[in-house]
Nanobody, 121 residues
Framework: QVQLVESGGGLVQAGESLRLSCSAS????????MAWYRQVPGKERELVAL???????YYDTSVKGRFTISRDNAKIAVSMQMNSLKPDDTAVYYC???????????????WGQGTQVTVSS
C-alpha cells in the first residue's frame, strides 16, 4: 500500500557525519508530517526530528544544532543530515510519514524498515 525505504546508515567515528534518506511510494494522496525516530534495545522508540508540510521543524534537545531534517515534497522524500555524531546517537533510525491514502479517509502513520547507525568512540 505505502512503502517507506530508508538508506544512509552505517558505522562512523565520533565527530563524523551521516545523511539518512527516506523515499515514499505507493497509494499516496498526500503526506502530512514526516519524521525520524530512533530506538535502542530495551528502550521505547523516540522522536528525533519532525518536519511539517510547510517546512516547520522540531528537534529533540539531544540533537538540536547537530541534525538537520529536510523534505522534498515533489519526490515524497525526507532526509536528515547528522553532524558531530556521538556514541549516544547509536540506534536504529526509522523514517515515519503521516499518509493519506486513496482509501483511508484520514492520515495514517507509516514506518520504514529501519537503518542502523553506529557511532564508535
Amino acid at each position: 500500500q505505502v512503502q517507506l525505504v530508508e538508506s544512509g546508515g552505517g558505522l562512523v567515528q565520533a565527530g563524523e557525519s551521516l545523511r539518512l534518506s527516506c523515499s515514499a511510494s505507493g497509494s499516496i494522496q498526500s503526506i502530512n508530517n514526516m519524521a525520524w525516530y530512533r530506538q535502542v534495545p530495551g528502550k521505547e522508540r523516540e522522536l528525533v526530528a519532525l518536519i511539517t508540510t510547510e517546512g516547520s521543524t522540531y528537534y529533540d534537545t539531544s540533537v538540536k544544532g547537530r541534525f538537520t531534517i529536510s523534505r522534498d515534497n515533489a519526490k515524497i522524500a525526507v532526509s536528515m543530515q547528522m553532524n558531530s555524531l556521538k556514541p549516544d546517537d547509536t540506534a536504529v533510525y526509522y523514517c515515519n510519514a503521516e499518509v493519506w491514502t486513496r482509501n483511508s479517509g484520514n492520515y495514517r502513520p507509516f514506518w520504514g524498515q529501519g537503518t542502523q547507525v553506529t557511532v564508535s568512540s
